[in-house]
C-alpha cells in the first residue's frame, strides 16, 4: 500500500523527520510517499496558521489523492481534516486524532506535551473538536524562544521530558502524547524517562493509516462526511477546483 505523509508546512526538515519516524513503524509492503506545502509557513503555530495550511493541504491531496491509498495529514492540530475526508474517498488521518486515540487505548486521561505555548489556544480546540475533552489531562507547553524549528526537539529535549514528568505527577495523565510534527521521533528516545506509555503521533498515524486501508471501509454518501455535490469555482488551484466541481 501507498501512504502519503503530507506535511501542510513549508519546512522540508520537518517533513524529513516525519519521514523517518514513519519508516520506523511502517509495514513491509507500505511504501510512503512524502510532500510539503509549496507555500505557507515554516510551522503552524496560529489558528489562521492552520486555515491557511488546512487549504494547501487540501489542493495537495486534490492532485495527489489517486495515486496513495490512504493520507496522513502530518500537523498536529490536524488542518484541513474535516474537509479533507468530505472531499475524498481515501482514508485520511489526522496527527492529533491518531495520536490521541492510540492515547486512549492505553490509558484513561492523556495530557499533550508541546514546545511551544502558542500552539495551546489552537491545541485546546482541535482536542474538543475530535470530543476527547473528558480524557485529556491537560496540555502542557514549553515557554520562550526556540533556535530552529529543525532542532527543537533535540533543544528542548530535557525540558520536555521534565513537562511530560510534571504531566504525570500533577495532572494524573496515564499517558503523554507529543505533540507537533517537528517531535517526530522523539518518543522512543525519550521513553524511559517518562513513567508512562509515551505515544509519536506520526508513529501512530501511520499505523492507522495501515489499518484503515486493510479495512477497506467505503466512501460515505450519506451523513457528515459525505461528498458534496459539484459547485463551479473561481481562482483557486485547479486540480481542487475539478475536484469540488466532479469534473
Not at 501512504?3 to 519516524?21: C, E, G, K, Y
Not at 513503524?25 to 488546512?54: M, Q, S
Request: proline fraction near 6%; charge should be negative.
Amino acid at each position: 500500500m501507498k501512504i502519503l505523509l503530507l506535511n501542510p508546512n513549508t519546512s522540508q526538515s520537518v517533513t524529513d523527520r516525519i519521514a523517518n519516524a514513519a519508516m520506523g513503524v511502517a509495514g513491509a509492503h507500505t511504501e510512503l510517499v512524502t510532500a510539503t506545502a509549496p507555500r505557507g509557513v515554516p510551522y503552524i503555530a496560529t489558528r489562521a496558521e492552520a486555515v491557511i495550511g488546512g487549504a494547501v493541504a487540501l489542493e495537495m491531496l486534490a492532485e495527489m489523492h489517486t495515486g496513495v491509498d490512504a493520507a496522513v495529514i502530518a500537523a498536529f492540530g490536524d488542518p484541513g481534516l474535516g474537509g479533507a475526508r468530505e472531499l475524498f474517498p481515501i482514508p485520511v488521518i489526522g496527527l492529533a486524532e491518531a495520536g490521541m486515540l492510540t492515547a486512549c487505548m492505553l490509558g484513561k486521561r492523556f495530557a499533550i506535551v508541546t514546545f511551544s505555548q502558542s500552539l495551546e489556544p489552537w491545541y485546546h480546540e482541535c482536542i474538543a473538536w475530535h470530543g476527547l475533552r473528558e480524557r485529556c489531562a491537560g496540555v502542557r507547553a514549553l515557554g520562550g524562544n526556540f533556535r530552529s524549528i529543525s532542532d527543537v526537539q533535540d533543544e528542548k529535549e530535557a525540558l520536555l521530558v521534565e513537562l511530560a514528568q510534571q504531566a504525570v505527577s500533577e495532572d494524573g495523565a496515564d499517558v503523554v502524547v507529543l505533540a507537533g510534527a517537528p517531535l517526530a521521533g522523539l518518543a522512543r528516545r525519550v521513553r524511559d524517562r517518562i513513567p508512562v506509555p509515551v505515544v509519536d503521533c506520526v508513529e501512530a498515524a501511520v499505523k492507522q493509516a495501515e489499518t484503515l486501508v486493510a479495512l477497506n471501509p467505503r466512501k460515505a454518501v450519506q451523513g457528515t462526511f459525505a461528498r458534496p455535490g459539484a459547485k463551479p469555482c473561481i481562482g483557486i488551484a485547479e486540480p481542487l477546483a475539478r475536484w469540488i466541481n466532479h469534473e
